[in-house]
């Protein structure tokens, strides 16, 4: 009748199943919204960077968490700075 089946330690429930979704680094909202002292600018490739993968594409806005305003403008920025040579198309290794 000895009722002491404290297991506090139930790790093998739960079913947190992450790690595949939702890598670190990327913001949830939208930091030009947040930061309005943050431009977006087509000369500027470092600023440009956080929102292109490694291989040259640019983050799609539910990863990055820009708003679809800011998303539209960072596109444009991406495609003049790519024309001019300041970021790749593609990377290829
Ligand atoms: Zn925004």
């Known amino acids: 009748m000895a009722d002491r089946n404290d297991e506090d ?24 919204c947040a930061d309005h002292n ?6 500027d ?9 490694e291989r040259g594409k640019i983050v799609p806005r539910r990863i990055s968490g820009t708003c679809a305003y800011h998303q539209r403008k960072i ?6 700075a790519r024309s001019i040579a300041l970021l790749p198309f593609t990377v290829t290794k």
């Open 75 to 80: 596109t444009q920025a991406i495609k003049q």
């Open 38 to 43: 943050a431009v977006i600018d087509f000369k």
């Open 9 to 32: 330690t139930d790790f093998s429930r739960g079913g947190e199943g992450d790690a595949s979704r939702r890598r670190g680094g990327r913001r949830r909202f939208c930091r030009f």
């Open 45 to 53: 490739p470092q600023a440009l960077r956080y929102f292109i993968t």
